[in-house]
């Protein structure tokens, strides 16, 4: 579109930019500095190293343990009040709050550091030079069914989010052709003439179920929309 035309003829000649992408640029924007600084800024990230596969399988085996001991604890809570007839109330309200904190933070580091970094592709060189598994590459990790139960097991499809988020996200960031953009997602729902606490309502259960009633379907929807033919492309309104 047109802010990433903009860019980019800024990037070929930064001094030469046509003029009807001028109104995508900030007035005072100096586009052959800021090419200049995204340049530095990805010198000075560079490449993935040895070191940072190393403190990815760390945090992976922080993941592990959590996606453990989370269920293990809400086992032994629930065998302590039920089975063996323990009354603590406090002790189960503390077990059932470690249990989903730990639960929770699994499936959290997994889809925003784990899943987000390596199928972002960084650590596809490391994967392809021996430095890390096959596994760990864009493309493999988390694609197909037995891979993205031991990978990357979530309400979204893999592939999915892959195409909405690497690519129609991120290339198009807050901008009309970002699906991520909330406010324009929920354009309907302000517009509707309902009182405002009906609308807090159903915003308070989009926060509750987001994952799955939302970001699984949407992420789905742009995958499916995305092929040449198919029923949602056919009947997509």
């Known amino acids: 579109d047109g802010k990433n035309v903009a860019v980019k003829h800024a990037k ?16 005072n924007l100096d586009a052959a500095t800021f090419r200049e ?9 560079g490449e993935a190293t040895a070191e940072d596969a190393s403190h990815m399988l760390r945090l992976v085996t922080v ?3 959590l996606s453990v001991v989370g269920p293990l604890v809400l086992f032994v809570t629930v065998s302590f009040r039920y089975i063996y007839g323990g009354e603590s109330l406090l002790l189960a309200a503390l077990g059932c709050t ?3 904190l730990c639960i929770s933070t699994a ?12 199928m972002h592709g960084g650590f596809s060189d490391l994967a392809k030079s021996g430095e890390m598994t096959p596994r760990w590459r864009r493309g493999t990790f988390a694609i197909g069914a037995w ?4 990978d990357w097991l979530d309400w979204m499809l893999p592939e999915a989010w892959n195409l909405e988020h690497n690519k129609l996200h991120h290339y198009q960031l807050s901008e009309e052709g970002d699906p991520d953009v909330v406010e324009a997602n929920f354009q309907t729902l302000r517009e509707m003439p309902l009182p405002v606490f009906v609308k807090m309502a159903v915003m308070g259960f989009f926060m509750l179920t987001w994952k799955y009633t939302y970001y699984s379907t949407n ?4 995958l499916l929309m995305s092929e040449k033919d198919t029923w949602m492309v056919r009947n997509w309104p």
Request: net charge positive.
């Open 219 to 222: 992420t789905l929807k742009q």
């Open 107 to 118: 499936r959290c580091m997994a889809w925003t550091i784990v899943g987000h970094h390596t």
């Open 98 to 100: 470690v249990s989903g």
């Open 147 to 150: 891979r993205r139960i031991v």
């Open 63 to 65: 993941v592990n343990l």
């Open 37 to 45: 600084d995204l340049l530095k800024a990805k010198e000075a990230v």
């Open 12 to 27: 070929q000649e930064p001094h030469a930019i046509d003029a009807k992408y001028q109104q995508y640029l900030l007035p």
